[in-house]
């Protein structure tokens, strides 16, 4: 009867170890929350949903894209507009903006994370690092390459968008 309590107890055990690591569990492989404990916190695990992107939604910057651009823009009022785009893939800070009104002298500074790209477009999302006198939020921008090499960027803020076409410096 001992024996038999034992056989039973040892089988109940694997079978909930089965369940746990080969059915759903799956913390070996990585597919749940990281529970570890990110640098610099106070100790307390920190859980991050695991990354859903499709494979196929993983976009790279296309090398056309890649440098320096500068321009006077016009639209709607006079800006100096200064654009740098490096390599990466979405979700990444892939370019570094600033934009400069020639008429009150306010400078705005965004890093702007890749949302989607194509080989002739990139959707970017900005967040604002500095400038001077500042006062746009942190909006979305597009940059379209255009047939002669140029680009159009496109920066959506609330006095309006600013459109320019910048060129490789």
């Known amino acids: 009867m001992l024996r038999l309590a034992v056989i039973v107890s040892v089988a109940?055990?694997?079978v909930v170890f089965a369940i746990t690591v080969f059915a759903g569990g799956g913390w070996w492989r990585g597919d749940s929350a990281d529970s570890s404990v990110a640098s610099g916190s106070t100790g307390t695990p920190a859980l991050r949903p695991a990354d859903t992107?499709?494979?196929a939604a993983v976009w790279a910057v296309p090398k056309v894209f890649l440098g320096?651009?500068?321009v006077i823009a016009a639209d709607p009022v006079s800006f100096d507009v200064s654009l740098t785009i490096r390599s990466g893939k979405n979700a990444e800070?892939?370019?570094f903006s600033?934009?400069?009104?020639?008429?009150?002298?306010a400078r705005c500074e965004r890093a702007e994370r890749l949302v989607a790209a194509t080989e002739t477009e990139l959707t970017l999302a900005a967040r604002?690092?500095?400038?001077?006198r500042c006062a746009d939020p942190a909006t979305s921008s597009t940059v379209e390459l255009r047939p002669d090499g140029s680009i159009t960027y496109v920066v959506d803020r609330p006095g309006g968008a600013i459109t320019?076409?910048?060129r490789k410096s």
């Not at 600033?98 to 002298?105: L, R």
């Not at 604002?128 to 001077?132: D, K, N, R, S």
Request: no cysteine; proline share 4%.
């Open 164 to 166: 320019s076409t910048l």
């Open 98 to 105: 600033s934009y400069t009104d020639s008429v009150s002298g």
């Open 93 to 95: 800070e892939v370019a």
């Open 68 to 70: 320096e651009w500068k």
């Open 53 to 55: 992107t499709p494979v």
């Open 12 to 14: 109940i055990v694997v």
């Open 128 to 132: 604002l690092t500095g400038g001077l």
